[in-house]
């Protein structure tokens, strides 16, 4: 196996590999793994353990009051204004997937980026539903209460979607995302790419 070198620009290169780029730091990767935690969390005890339910549901709040602070202030690819794109680059986006020539993007595509917020948006709703069924206000009032239901349910549902999209675009464009969202690092961009 030729042995790793480092080149003028500092990224490491192998004879046999594409050379690679930083793309998500440390921030955005923990912030990931462990909202997907809190999630999976929240909803495995949603009817066994109050205790735990209510933690994983503020863990999930917090760390998306972090990403919000951290998409203004973080690192390119992190921020907010790097990925996010009007409905009509969105529908675009889609239309070119469905003709098979969506352009691949070193951050989030204008369908991830999308569904990267609403995500974050319907998971806060849930928190913050589920936070006010403890209140004397809300306690025991039906559309709270259907509210955190629905907006759980339609986090699983969206999930189902961001992992689709997430092997969709892994198989076009002949990487793997997910490694990606582990390592924090991509093929660099080539001709054709929006970086
Ligand atoms: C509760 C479940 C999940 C939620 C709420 C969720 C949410 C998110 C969010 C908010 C981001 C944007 C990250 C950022 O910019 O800070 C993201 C990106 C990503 N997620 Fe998830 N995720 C979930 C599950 C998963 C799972 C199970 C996988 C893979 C096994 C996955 C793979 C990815 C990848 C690869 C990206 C980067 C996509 C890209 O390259 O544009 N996600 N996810
Ligand atoms: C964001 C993560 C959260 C998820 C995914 C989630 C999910 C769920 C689900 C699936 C249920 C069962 C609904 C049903 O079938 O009736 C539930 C119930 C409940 N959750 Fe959450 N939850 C979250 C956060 C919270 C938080 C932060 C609190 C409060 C501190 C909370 C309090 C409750 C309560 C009191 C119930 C039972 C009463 C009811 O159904 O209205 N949840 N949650």
């Given at each position: 196996?030729p ?6 620009t500092?990224?490491?290169t192998r ?7 930083r793309?998500w730091d ?9 909202l997907?935690?809190?999630f ?14 209510h ?13 919000l ?10 921020r907010?204004s790097q990925?996010t794109r009007?409905?009509r ?7 070119a997937i ?6 691949r ?9 999308a ?5 974050m948006a ?8 589920g936070w006010?069924t403890?209140?004397d206000?809300?306690?025991g009032v039906?559309w709270?209460?259907q ?15 961001h992992?689709?999209?997430?092997i ?8 793997n995302?997910?490694?990606?969202m582990?390592?924090?690092?991509k093929?660099?961009a ?5 970086a």
């Amino acid at each position: 196996m030729p042995k790793p070198a480092r080149t003028e620009t500092g990224t490491i290169t192998r004879p046999d590999a594409h050379p690679t780029v930083r793309v998500w730091d440390w921030v955005v990767r923990v912030f990931h793994w462990s909202l997907v935690a809190s999630f999976a969390t929240a909803w495995l005890t949603a009817h066994s353990s109050e205790d735990i339910h209510h933690l994983a549901g503020y863990a999930a709040a917090a760390l998306i009051a972090l990403r919000l602070i951290w998409g203004i202030v973080g690192t390119h690819y992190a921020r907010f204004s790097q990925f996010t794109r009007g409905p009509r680059a969105v529908i675009g986006y889609l239309r070119a997937i469905v003709t098979g020539s969506e352009a691949r993007y070193i951050g989030h595509n204008p369908a991830g980026g999308a569904m990267v917020l609403t995500l974050m948006a319907i998971m806060f709703v849930t928190a913050l539903t589920g936070w006010m069924t403890t209140t004397d206000q809300f306690w025991g009032v039906e559309w709270v209460s259907q509210a955190h239901e629905w907006s759980a349910k339609a986090i699983l549902m969206l999930v189902f979607v961001h992992l689709a999209g997430v092997i969709v675009a892994s198989v076009r464009h002949h990487e793997n995302l997910i490694r990606a969202m582990l390592t924090g690092r991509k093929r660099m961009a080539e001709p054709g790419d929006v970086a």
